[in-house]
């Protein structure tokens, strides 16, 4: 793990990485504008390797996505951008025949990649498609959750085993808007599942189906993915078996990484994406059994988190912090942690 003692104080997170994998919201964007740094970072880390953008948002077609990126200044054209839509084609491209008919919850993202795929589209059950796709758009209401409740229930009703496949694009509960937090794709599914009574195959993050997508579009042997979510970008990457680096301008910070569980935790924790380019501090024990990150030192006293040296205050402190409680293996909720941690 880079975050402890495999790493020297030389090395970059990019150093043995032949592809990066970005997350979008709280990545590289909030809303409509770039987050800082990130586009001078990303057009540099392309210069030396492949770069690719990996999105749950399924209501915009991978060339959408990547015009509102070329805006923003980044080096990109649309196959660098890797859509959960696209993934849910490989899954559903398994489970049905070459131009079968898809019923359809969702927008442009899901419809343009049934088209590029020879897919057939409805919106009704009434049509008795083949199969149901589902993805957030921010029209989708009830009417649209009903039409996939009725053909996923057009062979006896909730429960039955079988059934026609149904693949969600990712299962994101809520997604950040303008006016704050909203429901997101999740939710909508969950809707579904009340009604017909089983899950869906899932294709984006956390799932592996969308990373596995990313690594062969780029012939990628050691990626490293770059996200802000502890519950969908990294717990995914850890899963496909790749390295992960957090970033801390977007949706998890201090709090969730402290308490993140062995299979959410990053090899890289960052402030910006300019610390993709830095040295990376290892974390090393010492004699005290503290762990030290640059000049932070963090240590338990039994189910007490000591701050031994804050250092410059800085992310060194968190970086060391994290190491030593998960290193411990005692729950978070188990310890007494000083509040200077978490800010």
Known sequence: MGLFGTRTDAATPLDGVDAVFADLDGVVYAGAHAIPYAVDSLNLTKSERAVGYITNNASRSDASVALHLAELGLDVVPTDVVTSPQAAMTLLDEHVSPGALVLVVGGEGIVTELGKRGYRVTRSADDAPDAVVQGFAPEVGWRELAEAAFALNAHGGPDVTGGIPWIATNMDWTIPVARGIA?????????????????????????????????????????????????????????????????????????????????????????????????????????????????????????????????????????????????????????????????
Request: charged fraction near 25%; proline fraction near 6%; charge should be neutral.
């Open 183 to 343: 429901p997101g794709n999740g939710t909508l599914v969950s809707a579904v599942h009340t009604a017909v009574g089983r899950f869906p195959l899932v294709a984006g993050k956390p799932e592996t189906p969308i990373f596995e997508e990313a690594r062969r579009r780029f012939a990628s042997e050691r990626p490293l993915v770059v996200g802000d979510r502890l519950d969908t970008d990294i717990l995914g990457a850890n899963r496909a078996g790749m390295t992960s680096a957090v970033v801390l301008t977007g949706i998890d910070r201090a709090k969730q990484l402290l308490a993140a569980d062995a299979s959410s935790r990053p090899d890289f924790i960052l402030a910006d994406l300019r610390g993709l380019h830095e040295p990376y501090p290892a974390a090393e024990q010492v004699r005290d059994g503290a762990i030290r990150v640059g000049g932070a030192r963090v240590r338990l006293d039994g189910r007490r988190v000591v701050i031994a040296d804050e250092g410059d205050g800085g992310l060194d402190l968190l970086r060391a912090a994290c190491t030593a409680i998960w290193q411990s293996g005692i729950a978070i909720h188990a310890l007494d942690v000083p509040p200077r941690l978490y800010a």
